[in-house]
């Protein structure tokens, strides 16, 4: 079927089409990224916070498929992403979680840029398929901040100190960051 027979079959505008599969190599990215951090915590010893990565890991690939079945859902095409200059080595605990927190920002304002093309566009339904993400994103930095707020409030100068940050990267990957900022203790 020719490109000009497919798009009258789908009310997904070329310009959202290219930013959704650029979104789809992101999350595909992002996932990458999450598991090379994960395998560097799990060599060093850092055991809670390579189950925490893992998961993440796995979320984003989640992630990345929900984009890529929507695109053909909406009569786009899909395409595989080409995932290259994924980090290996990392100074530090804390820095692999710096990264995390950057990379994370980057996926909020690619998805706010995609939010904004589709309101441009009119395409409400795409629209409404992205608020999803939004929410998701900001908690997805929320729970970045509060790790790395451990390593200023804990400390990272002994192991023991480490040793603590690992541990409840571990208990804020099982039990989440309240996020609910009316709720007060």
Known sequence: ???????????????????????????????????SFASWCETEGYVKSAEFLYDHAEEERTHMLKFFKYI??????????EITAVPH????????????????????????????????????????FLQWFVAEQREEEETARTILDA????????????WLIDQ???RIGTEGVDSDPSATA
Request: glycine share 6%; hydrophobic share 40%; charged share 25%.
């Open 168 to 170: 409840e990267i571990g």
């Open 72 to 81: 053909n859902a909406v009569g786009g095409h899909a395409l595989a992403a």
């Open 1 to 35: 079927m020719g490109i000009a027979k497919k798009r009258l079959q789908s009310s997904l505008n070329s310009e959202v089409e290219k930013m959704l599969n650029e979104q789809v190599q992101l999350e595909d990215q992002s996932s990458q990224f999450y598991l």
């Open 151 to 162: 390593f200023d409030l804990i400390g990272e100068e002994s192991p023991q100190g480490l």
């Open 89 to 128: 080595e990392f100074k530090s605990l804390r820095q692999v979680f710096e990264q995390v927190l950057e990379h994370e920002i980057k996926v909020t304002k690619a998805i706010n840029e995609i939010v904004d093309c589709c309101f441009q566009q009119k395409d409400f339904s795409t629209f409404q």
